[in-house]
């Protein structure tokens, strides 16, 4: 037997370009991810509201996978991936559209539909272009691939946060909430003006991602991607698929996992622009810079975790990372100063294998399930709805004394992050000691 029957390439050189379109949509979606988590204190500048009010920003932008992806999930297996490709960039692009319309009625409410139909096109999305990559290749190089896949993500996340810095929050009317609040009371109509104009800032970028968005849905229609094992089987067994799901305990623990995932992962993006500012006194688009120096710490540590799986259990590997990130938690809540700020940014470099490594593991083996399986794993995802509201909560409270130390409230939100990382932890141990024979 050659070295290449042994060893099977992560990607066949046939599929190649096929391959290189659908990862090109991991930097799609991760674009929109990282433009909207700023936005969550932006919208508490620009409307004078609570932490937990701007946090349904992402409530918004999260619960739109949790919603769609069962439907999303139900519609590839009647139809196909690419059919699933098309329907999450026509709703993508739509959302980004809804933009418009939303600042001109200055109302939050309309942004948070904006945002939700944005993301019943990413569940679409990645509901789709997670399984169909796993599937482009032998099954015992699948996490890899994935892996690689993923390690795209964070280049349009960093991308996204560029654009929210340099083209939203820098052009963003400098006033502090004081002197908002001080001028919607002296002067109303000069308050309404200038929320107008920042809405407006905040516009232009989505319309500009819409468009983009509607010409790379042009450029799938009109490509041919490959059909995969078990594509052609449309067939929706969806009680028997759920009954087989369920019974899977490595799948169950799997997504339970991965929405404390994406919920550490969201809480720890969206609210560093706070903590930079509420705990060090730092301008918006500076937390934004420290934010950007924790994607590019992500997307370093991506490449190479993926390179690190080689030599070390998926499972073994996560456990040290979740480890390591509950203990930069407690530098972040604990430190003083610019510690603690330098402990949330090292934090990326922990979180950055988690998601598609847990993705891989619990879809492992599981066939033609995986279909719906994947829908799961992006319902998940809602663990970003849930959390970084709560976190918000705990932000609008007062300090916490607790005993030795008083924590700010910013500081005290982190304890959320950080029970994520036990739980992401206890999966990465059961994964390597208890369903390790499962996963070989």
């Known amino acids: 037997m050659n070295q290449s029957e042994q060893h099977p390439p ?46 349904l920003v992402q409530f918004a932008f999260y619960g739109g996978y949790c919603v769609m992806a069962i439907p999303a999930a139900l519609f590839i297996k009647r139809f196909s991936y690419k059919a699933g490709i098309l329907m999450g960039l026509a709703l993508y692009s739509a959302g980004c559209f809804l933009f418009a319309p939303a600042g001109w009625m200055m109302a939050f409410w ?29 099954e015992e190089n699948a996490t890899r691939r994935l892996n690689f896949a993923q390690a795209f993500n964070p280049l349009g996340s960093l991308t996204g946060m560029l654009v929210a ?28 003006q200038i929320a107008k104009q920042d809405l407006d800032v905040i516009i232009g970028p989505y319309l500009g991602l819409g468009v983009v968005v509607l010409l790379v849905f042009i450029l799938f ?18 009680l ?31 609210f560093i622009i706070q903590y930079a500012e509420n705990e060090l006194g730092l301008k918006k688009e500076i937390g934004q810079w420290y934010n950007m120096i924790a994607m590019t710490t992500f997307v370093s540590f991506r490449f190479i ?3 690190l799986l080689k030599f070390f259990s998926p499972g073994g590997l996560l456990l040290s990372l979740a480890t390591g990130g509950g203990v930069l938690i407690l530098g972040t809540m604990f430190l003083k100063g ?23 593991i619990a879809l492992k083996g599981l066939g033609d399930d995986a279909k719906l399986g994947a829908a799961g794993l992006i319902m998940a995802i809602g663990g970003g709805a849930i959390m970084p509201p709560l976190q918000g909560w705990v932000m609008d409270q007062g300090p916490v ?27 990465g141990f059961r994964t390597s000691k208890i369903h390790g024979h499962h996963y070989t």
């Not at 019974?247 to 995932?261: D, H, K, L, T």
């Not at 130390?405 to 982190?414: E, G, N, Y």
């Open 10 to 55: 992560v990607v066949a050189r046939e599929i190649l370009l096929p391959f290189i379109l659908v990862t090109s949509l991991f930097a799609l979606w991760g674009f929109a991810n990282d433009i909207t988590n700023p936005m969550v204190a932006a919208f508490k500048n620009i409307l004078l509201i609570s932490n937990f009010q701007s946090s």
């Open 221 to 238: 229609l009109v490509s041919r991607l490959p059909r995969v094992a078990g594509e052609d089987h449309r067939r929706v067994d969806f």
């Open 165 to 192: 810095k340099n083209m939203i929050l820098r052009h963003l009317n400098p006033a502090t909430e004081a002197e908002r609040r001080q001028i919607l009371a002296s002067a109303p109509e000069q308050f309404q």
């Open 338 to 360: 610019m510690a603690g700020l330098y402990c949330l940014v090292a934090v990326s470099a922990c979180m950055s294998l988690m998601f598609p490594t847990i993705y891989g």
């Open 305 to 307: 975790c993926t390179y």
């Open 110 to 138: 309309a942004f948070l539909i904006a945002y939700f139909v944005m993301t019943c096109g990413l569940s679409f999305l990645e509901t789709s272009a997670n399984p169909y990559v796993l599937a482009m290749g032998a």
């Open 401 to 427: 004394n607790l005993g030795l130390t008083v924590l700010s409230s910013t500081r005290a939100s982190f304890v959320l992050p950080l029970l994520c990382f036990v739980v992401i932890a206890v999966y």
């Open 240 to 270: 028997g698929t759920v009954k087989r799901l369920v019974r899977n305990g490595r799948y169950i623990e799997g997504v339970v996992a991965q929405a404390f995932y994406v919920g550490v992962q969201i809480m720890c993006w969206t």
